[in-house]
């Protein structure tokens, strides 16, 4: 059985750091692409960040480029996104999902930025 | 970046009636390949987005053959036959052609 549990979420002040990971089970990891993707409270779905199964290509939208890092690690079966400079407009719920087509997805982590 | 525009923003469905849903992108999905790159997903209340079809119209796994995809280029619909009370959620489109992948704001199905 797939599954994708994500953790390390919370409640930060802006301009703080906050690193999500996403475990991975029940599939061969290092053979996949993953995807970080949010929904603000009430909101739409939005696509944040792609890591393709070896790191060799990494995407964000620009909303996070600069500032969010994706990044992989494939002997622990786990997907991070390092969070820099966070706003309160990054207040979401935090969903990772395996490539391709967002199969699969996590429960999600929620990230509050507030003073 | 390719704007997904879903309609209505809500329907509201008498169980075992039908429902459809519409989703037009502002460029065709349509990769060199042959394959159209665009997706369903269903968000029932308080859990995580499902997938329910992809490449226009292909069923995913496990998913009731109650949902139907068409479409083609920029415009298309799902189609929910005999609308149960398990349908309930908000349903939305994306484009996987390129990045950023974008999704559309989201159609919320409900019981009348």
Not at chain 2, 50 to 66: F, K
Not at chain 2, 78 to 107: A, M, R, W
């Amino acid at each position: 059985e797939v599954q994708l549990v994500e953790s390390g979420g919370g409640l930060v002040k802006p301009g703080s750091s906050l690193k999500l990971s996403c475990v991975a089970s029940g599939f061969t990891f290092s053979s996949y692409g993953m995807h970080w993707i949010r929904q603000a409270p009430k909101k739409g779905l939005e696509w944040i960040a792609l890591i393709y199964y070896d790191s060799s290509n990494k995407y964000y939208a620009d909303s996070v480029k600069g500032r969010f890092t994706i990044s992989r690690d494939n002997s622990k079966n786990t997907l991070y996104l390092e969070m820099n400079s966070l706003r309160s407009e990054d207040t979401a719920m935090y969903y990772c999902a395996k490539d391709p087509l967002f199969d699969y997805w996590g429960q999600g982590v929620m990230v509050t930025v507030s003073s | 970046d390719i704007m997904m525009t879903q309609s209505p923003l809500s329907v509201a469905v008498t169980p075992g009636e039908s429902a459809s849903i519409s989703c037009r992108s502002s460029k065709s999905l349509l990769h060199s390949n042959g394959i159209t790159y665009l997706s369903w997903y269903l968000q029932r209340p308080e859990k995580s987005p499902q997938l329910l079809i992809y490449q226009i119209s292909n069923l995913a796994s496990g998913v009731s053959d109650r949902f139907s995809g068409s479409g083609s280029g920029t415009d298309f619909t799902l189609k929910i036959s005999k609308v149960e009370t398990e349908d309930v959620g908000i349903y939305y489109c994306v484009q996987f052609l390129e990045v950023p992948l974008t999704f559309g704001s989201g159609t919320k199905l409900e019981i009348k």
